[in-house]
C-alpha cells in the first residue's frame, strides 16, 4: 500500500499540477492528432461507423448505442478496459516464444493504442490499472485486484479531476470491481446487471437478457470482433 502511495504521491501529483501548463494541452492536441489518422484507416464500408466505434472511440449511431446498451454488450464495441485487456492478450499470445521481445513491445502497442483511440476515461484507467498490476506482480506487493482497480481510479482522477463526472468511468470502474469478486461467472454478470443499472437508467433501461447475453456473446463477440476489426484497419483488403 505505501508503494502505490508513493507512485501517486510522486508522480500522479505532479502531473495532476502540470495539467494547466502547455505540456498537458500540446499533449491533448497531439492524442486529437493520433485519432484522427486512426479514423482516416477506416475501410470504405456501409459498417466504418461500427470501425470507427470499436477501434478508434468514435460515437456509435444513436440506434445502434441504444440496442447495445440495452443488451449489455455496448462494452464490445466501444472502446473501453475491456478492449485494452482483450488487446494484451492477444500479444501475449503471439509473442508467448518472444518474452524479451514482449517485454517492451506489448507496453508500447498498449500505451499507443490507448491514444489513437482518443484516450478517453475508461481505457485511460484501464492502462493505469495495467501498469499497477505489473508493478504489483514484479515488486511482489501483493495487493487485492480490487485494490489495485481504486488505486487505478484514484490516479486517473488526479491526472484528470474533471473527469470525476464521467459516467464512462463510473461505468469502468464498477465494471473492473465487480469482476475481481471471487465468485463464479455467472453471478458476476447478474451483479454487473444489477450495480451498473443505475448509470445506465439515464441513457437506456437495459434488459435482463444482458445477463445471458454477456454470458453467451461478449466473449465470443468481443474476443474476434475487436481483434478482427483492428486487422482489417491495419490491413485493408
Not at 30 to 51: E, G, I, K
Not at 216 to 227: N, R, S, W
Request: net charge neutral; proline share 7%.
Amino acid at each position: 500500500r505505501l508503494f502505490y502511495m508513493w507512485i501517486v504521491g510522486f508522480i500522479a501529483l505532479p502531473l495532476m499540477l502540470l495539467s494547466n501548463f502547455s505540456l498537458l494541452k500540446n499533449a491533448a492536441v497531439f492524442v486529437d492528432h493520433l485519432n484522427r489518422f486512426c479514423l482516416s484507416l477506416t475501410p470504405d464500408s456501409s459498417h466504418a461507423a461500427l470501425y470507427a466505434g470499436i477501434v478508434c472511440g468514435a460515437d456509435l449511431p444513436l440506434d445502434v448505442a441504444q440496442d447495445l446498451q440495452a443488451t449489455g454488450l455496448i462494452h464490445i464495441m466501444v472502446v473501453s478496459g475491456a478492449h485494452l485487456v482483450a488487446l494484451e492478450q492477444t500479444l501475449n499470445w503471439a509473442f508467448a516464444k518472444q518474452p524479451s521481445l514482449a517485454r517492451w513491445f506489448i507496453p508500447l502497442v498498449l500505451v499507443l493504442f490507448t491514444l489513437v483511440s482518443g484516450a478517453n476515461p475508461p481505457i485511460v484507467r484501464a492502462l493505469i490499472q495495467w501498469a499497477f498490476n505489473r508493478l504489483n506482480e514484479h515488486f511482489k506487493v501483493g495487493l487485492p485486484g480490487h485494490e489495485v482497480t481504486l488505486w487505478s481510479v484514484i490516479t486517473t482522477l488526479l491526472f484528470f479531476p474533471h473527469w470525476i463526472l464521467s459516467i464512462s468511468l463510473a461505468l469502468s470502474s464498477c465494471a473492473s470491481l465487480v469482476i475481481q469478486l471471487p465468485i463464479k461467472t455467472w453471478l458476476k454478470q447478474m451483479l454487473l446487471f444489477i450495480a451498473l443499472l443505475p448509470l445506465l437508467s439515464g441513457f437506456s433501461s437495459p434488459h435482463p437478457i444482458a445477463i445471458a447475453s454477456n454470458l453467451l456473446l461478449a466473449p465470443i463477440v468481443g474476443g474476434m470482433l475487436f481483434p478482427l476489426s483492428l486487422l482489417a484497419m491495419l490491413l485493408p483488403i
